[in-house]
Structures are given as structure tokens and as C-alpha cells.
């Protein structure tokens, strides 16, 4: 069975997109694999949280999780900083990261344009703590984006210049895990790209939304002047408004608005009224439940504990093995 790993900053809600995109295959994926959910708050703190909202965010986001339905019991669900041994490793990996290559990171070199007073040296071997993070589970699958495929490049390369330097055959070359047609984008409500939390506000929908505040967003969407002639193709903004409705409506009511549109009798605020009511009852389950697992700090504690031990069983067993590789006494 593979093993399969993935990894989330704890910087707010998920929306939409996050579900569609990944949640969502999570869950299904989760029955197939050996997999490892973690929360990566280590690699928030490059941005200098408070510690009130660390521990929010953390919470917020594992209560998300469990509420899209990743299970405790069959998945590994663990917050980073609960596998402390991931640091160890951090620190291992990076006496052979180097500073030119981690310069030339992308991610890096935007990060040091936004916070260009803040250019920590947590910031420039980010993808040094990211590799620590797949290696520690010695994981062969990694489900990422695009932004984060450099990344998981250069886990590759730290990976097999572990191997090469100590002369053996240790770590797993980790690849993208890809899902295909499972993979559904969802587009935001600006009217440009994809939904997410950093394009603005009322770009994105949230899973914990409100139905008012879901009405709200959907009914100030970017639209336009409407189609000028029979059959036009649709601009950006309404074909993000139909990508959504793809996904939330039935295929009757896509279609009902889709012949509106090519017969130019489309009227924006009939389909937008139709659409928020959509997302507010495909949410609904969603909803309810963040709000009781939310309530239940018990139980979170309990998923958190339960979490802290699996990975120390795999992770403990990893760095234990490296340490020896590496020379130091058993
Ligand atoms: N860097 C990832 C992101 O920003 C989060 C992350 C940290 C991660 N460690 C990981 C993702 C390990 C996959 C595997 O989205």
C-alpha cells in the first residue's frame, strides 16, 4: 500500500475550492492508501503568528477536516508540531540543503517581495521542512498544486542526496499524486481566477459560511451587460458562475440557465439567487457538522492524541533509522 501524504498551513478557513479540489478526494482516498493528514503549523510561524490565532487556525482547520469526512481511524490525522521528530529531521536534511539552490526557490523569492522585512532563515529553507515532512514517512505519493511541485522537486533531490551521501537505498523517491478527472477547480466570484482566501474579500465561499453571508457573495459575483447575441461564448466571469453551478446544482438547472444564456433571456439575478441556494444546501451537512465538532474539545483533544501517536510510530521509527545511518550510537 502506498503511502500517501499530505500537508496544510493552518491560515483559515477552507472554502470551496479546498473542497472540490482536495478535500473531498481525500476521503476516498484515505480507504486505498496509508495516509497521513497533517496540520503544518511549524511552517506558519515563518510568518510570525500570535499564539492565539495559531492555535485557532490549527483547530479550525483539523475540525474542517474531520468534518468533510477524513476519519481519524482509518488516516493519520496529525498536527506537525505533535511529531516534533520532524524537526530533527529538518535539521539533518538541511547540513545538506544548499543556499543557492534554496535561493532560487520560487516561492522564496515572492515571499521575500511580500514580507521584505521579514526574510527569515525559516522562510529560505522552507522546502528543507517540507521535505522532512514527506521523508519522515518515507511517503511515495504527495497530492500538491502547482505552486508546490518545486517543492516536491527538491524533496526528490535531498532524498537521493541522503542516499548517495550514506551509501544506501533509504528514502523513497516521492512523486505528484494526481487525480485526474477527480480534480474539479473551482473559480472564485471576482470574476478572475481561482477561489481562494489571499484574491480578496468575497472572492471565496467558505465551508462554514452562513447561508446569509453565502447569499451575500454569490449575489455581488462579477457579472456583466449579458449576452449581445444568440449562442455568444461566455466571458470569464459567467463561465466561472456556471463552473460553480456545476458542481453544486443538479444538471437540469445548468442546463436551464445554459439555454437562457445562448437565447440571451438570462438574467443574472435569477441564476445567482438559484446558485446561493444551491451552495447553502450542498453545504448544509458541512455546516452542521464544523459546528458540533467544533463545540466538542473532547473529541478534537482525543483525534489530536490519536493522531500525535500514529505518526510518532512511523516518524520515530524513521528518524531513529537515520540517526544510525548518519553514525550517531544507537
Ligand atoms: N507547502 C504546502 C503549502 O503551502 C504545505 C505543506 C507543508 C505540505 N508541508 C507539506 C504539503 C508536505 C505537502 C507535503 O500548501
Known amino acids: 500500500m502506498d503511502v500517501v501524504l499530505s500537508g496544510i498551513r493552518p491560515t483559515g478557513n477552507l472554502h470551496l475550492g479546498n473542497y472540490f479540489g482536495a478535500l473531498r478526494n481525500f476521503t476516498k482516498m484515505q480507504h486505498e492508501n496509508n495516509c497521513y493528514f497533517f496540520i503544518a503549523d511549524y511552517h506558519s510561524l515563518t510568518t510570525h503568528p500570535t499564539p492565539e490565532h495559531l492555535q485557532?487556525?490549527?483547530?479550525?482547520?483539523?475540525?474542517?477536516?474531520?468534518?468533510?469526512g477524513l476519519d481519524p481511524e482509518v488516516a493519520t490525522i496529525y498536527v506537525q508540531s505533535d511529531l516534533p521528530e520532524t524537526a530533527e529531521l529538518y535539521l539533518?536534511?538541511?547540513?545538506?540543503?544548499?543556499?543557492?539552490?534554496?535561493?532560487?526557490?520560487?516561492?522564496?523569492k515572492e515571499k521575500a517581495k511580500t514580507q521584505p522585512n521579514n526574510i527569515n532563515a525559516g522562510l529560505l529553507t522552507y522546502p528543507t521542512l517540507m521535505a522532512a515532512d514527506?521523508?519522515?514517512?518515507?511517503?511515495?505519493?504527495v497530492p500538491v498544486g502547482k505552486d508546490q511541485e518545486q517543492h516536491l522537486e527538491m524533496t526528490r533531490t535531498f532524498a537521493n542526496r541522503f542516499n548517495r551521501l550514506y551509501k544506501v537505498d533509504y528514502f523513497p523517491e516521492p512523486v505528484a499524486y494526481n487525480f485526474g478527472e477527480d480534480l474539479i477547480k473551482i473559480p472564485g466570484l471576482d470574476g478572475?481566477?481561482?477561489?481562494?482566501?489571499?484574491?480578496?474579500?468575497?472572492?471565496?465561499?467558505?465551508?462554514?459560511?452562513e447561508p446569509a453571508v453565502i447569499r451575500k457573495k454569490v449575489m455581488r459575483a462579477v457579472t456583466d451587460a449579458g449576452p449581445q447575441e444568440m449562442n455568444a461564448p461566455k466571458p470569464d466571469p459567467i463561465r466561472n458562475l456556471f463552473a460553480i453551478m456545476e458542481a453544486v446544482s443538479s444538471p437540469d438547472t445548468v442546463a436551464y440557465f445554459d439555454e437562457k444564456y445562448n437565447a440571451c433571456q438570462i438574467r443574472y439575478g435569477d441564476m445567482k439567487k438559484q446558485l446561493a441556494e444551491d451552495i447553502i444546501l450542498?453545504?448544509?451537512?458541512?455546516?452542521?457538522?464544523?459546528?458540533a465538532l467544533s463545540a466538542?474539545?473532547?473529541?478534537?483533544?482525543?483525534?489530536?492524541?490519536?493522531?500525535?501517536?500514529?505518526?510518532?510510530?512511523?516518524?520515530?521509527?524513521?528518524?531513529?533509522?537515520?540517526?544510525?545511518?548518519?553514525?550517531?550510537r544507537p
Open 56 to 68: 485557532e487556525n490549527v483547530k479550525q482547520v483539523l475540525v474542517e477536516y474531520l468534518a468533510a
Open 92 to 108: 539533518f536534511l538541511n547540513m545538506n540543503a544548499y543556499k543557492g539552490e534554496l535561493e532560487r526557490v520560487t516561492t522564496f
Open 134 to 141: 514527506i521523508l519522515i514517512h518515507r511517503a511515495h505519493k
Open 192 to 209: 478572475s481566477g481561482k477561489m481562494g482566501k489571499s484574491e480578496g474579500e468575497g472572492n471565496a465561499i467558505f465551508l462554514a459560511d
Open 282 to 291: 450542498f453545504t448544509e451537512p458541512l455546516r452542521e457538522k464544523i459546528k
Open 296 to 328: 466538542d474539545d473532547n473529541y478534537i483533544r482525543k483525534v489530536m492524541e490519536m493522531g500525535k501517536e500514529k505518526a510518532h510510530q512511523s516518524g520515530g521509527r524513521t528518524v531513529r533509522e537515520v540517526r544510525e545511518i548518519i553514525g550517531f
